[in-house]
T-cell receptor, first 112, second 110 residues
Framework: NAGVTQTPKFQVLKTGQSMTLQCAQD?????MSWYRQDPGMGLRLIHY???????DQGEVPNGYNVSRSTTEDFPLRLLSAAPSQTSVYFC???????????FGEGSRLTVL | GQQVMQIPQYQHVQEGEDFTTYCNSSTTLSNIQWYKQRPGGHPVFLIQLVKSGEVKKQKRLTFQFGEAKKNSSLHITATQTTDVGTYFCAVSGGYQKVTFGTGTKLQVIP
């Protein structure tokens, strides 16, 4: 099993550009989530999903969109990138909200 | 959403010394998880605590859940260089959100 796969691993954007971070899992997990990690601030929840067709906002959702059309995929869209979105992004999945979270390897995004 | 305070933010120890990190919540928690993130890596699940007063051990790591289920600790006995990383607690809050503490970064001096 591949587990949780994130692409790309690295990306540089200019302010105002849009892009999509991809996340896929092959464990048939219902719960998927996106976090951003910034120095000294831990992991902050952006958006999450408890199943296909269901998404909800986390702590820091502004500037990001998500959709969950299948159980496997949970892409994160940056609509108009800003320097404040420079961060490391992690996708995670689990069987339930109270279960062990499995993380992808992360995507390092720099917005100039 | 559910918030947990994690202390300390940083800890430097000599190899062989003990290390403890704490997570504290103002509200009662249904459960708490602990994760370790090696430098440059992704968080990896260590353990989950569910019961009041629960204590679990993994080799040199001891995890404890407070009696009131408002705090938890991770204690490492006789640290080794392989223990280097950031340790996070995570809690399941309202509306099915899983939120993380700010983490404790452990440096082990050989």
């Amino acid at each position: 099993n591949a587990g949780v796969t994130q692409t790309p691993k690295f990306q540089v954007l200019k302010t105002g550009q849009s892009m999509t971070l991809q996340c896929a899992q092959d464990m048939n997990h219902e719960y998927m989530s996106w976090y951003r990690q910034d120095p000294g601030m831990g992991l902050r929840l952006i958006h999450y999903s408890v199943g296909a067709g269901i998404t909800d906002q986390g702590e820091v959702p502004n500037g990001y969109n998500v959709s969950r059309s299948t159980t496997e995929d949970f892409p994160l869209r940056l609509l108009s990138a800003a320097p404040s979105q420079t961060s490391v992004y992690f996708c995670a999945s689990s069987l339930s909200t109270t279960g062990e979270l499995f993380f992808g390897e992360g995507s390092r995004l720099t917005v100039l | 959403g559910q918030q947990v305070m994690q202390i300390p933010q940083y800890q430097h120890v000599q190899e062989g010394e003990d290390f403890t990190t704490y997570c504290n919540s103002s509200t009662t928690l249904s459960n708490i998880q602990w994760y370790k993130q090696r430098p440059g890596g992704h968080p990896v699940f260590l353990i989950q605590l569910v019961k009041s007063g629960e204590v679990k051990k993994q080799k040199r790591l001891t995890f404890q859940f407070g009696e009131a289920k408002k705090n938890s600790s991770l204690h490492i006995t006789a640290t080794q260089t392989t223990d280097v990383g950031t340790y996070f607690c995570a809690v399941s809050g309202g509306y099915q959100k899983v939120t993380f503490g700010t983490g404790t970064k452990l440096q082990v001096i050989p």
